[in-house]
């Protein structure tokens, strides 16, 4: 079977500057009480580490683990992971938070997804992590903003 990759891609601006949205998206242990998905990880994240990454299944409402190697960690910046998803495919999840010029953030999710040939249930599955993907932007938006209400 061929490999393939797909991309997934989501952005969206947030009033606040780029290390306030650091601050919310790496505080682990706060995430339950604002994120609908990514639930937290099991220790600090550091480059060529291995960690877990919990995540709430948004069909049955349990949580699903998932063991990767940290292959991005810019301080401030940026973090991000590459393991075994599912349905045979490798995720490489990378979350990015740009500083804009006007002093509000940008933050970008982007996820290249490689291994068993695309079908049909792979592509719903990509379609559904794109949409997860919005929603947690909103998400870390509304909390970002809600914590530093900007002037």
């Known amino acids: 079977m061929s490999e393939l990759e797909s991309h ?7 009033d606040a500057t780029a290390d306030q949205v650091w601050a919310v998206l790496t505080d682990f242990e706060k995430l339950p009480e604002w ?16 960690s877990t990454a919990y995540f709430k299944n948004p ?6 683990e998932f063991t990767h ?5 810019e301080e401030g910046r940026a973090f991000g992971w ?12 990378i979350f990015r938070i740009e500083e804009l010029p006007d002093g509000r953030a940008k933050f970008k999710q982007e ?3 490689n291994g068993k040939k695309s079908n049909f249930l792979i592509r719903m599955v990509e379609a559904q992590i794109g949409k997860a ?5 909103r998400e870390l938006k509304t909390r970002v903003e809600s914590l530093f209400p900007q002037s």
């Open 35 to 50: 994120s609908s998905s990514f639930q937290g990880v099991n220790k600090p994240m550091a480059l060529g580490e291995v």
């Open 69 to 73: 190697e940290v292959i991005v960690y």
């Open 111 to 113: 996820d290249g997804l």
């Open 82 to 93: 590459s393991g075994d998803a599912m349905l045979g495919r490798q995720d490489h999840h």
């Open 8 to 14: 997934v891609f989501t952005e969206i601006e947030i």
């Open 59 to 64: 069909i049955t409402g349990g949580m699903m």
């Open 133 to 137: 993907y919005d929603k947690f932007n």
